[in-house]
């Protein structure tokens, strides 16, 4: 079973999210804190979809 880094939807780079080829995602919020912005994403099939990007404030 192979890990697998998602990397963030906005810069491109290596999240801290690990999943593995099986893992299903739904609405999943993937923070980025290299661009500190949240992202809901679906991992579905090993293919990774961005549905919306949120801005933290504060
Ligand atoms: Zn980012």
Redesign the pocket.
């Known amino acids: 079973m192979d890990d697998i880094w998602l990397y963030?939807p906005?810069?491109k780079?290596k999240s801290r999210i690990k999943v593995y080829e099986n893992t299903t995602l739904i609405h999943f919020p993937l923070y980025?804190h290299?661009?500190r912005?949240e992202f809901i994403i679906s991992f579905v099939d090993k293919k990774m979809l961005m549905e919306k990007e949120k801005e933290i404030s504060g």
Do not use: D, T, V
């Open positions: 963030c906005g810069c780079r980025c290299w661009c912005k």
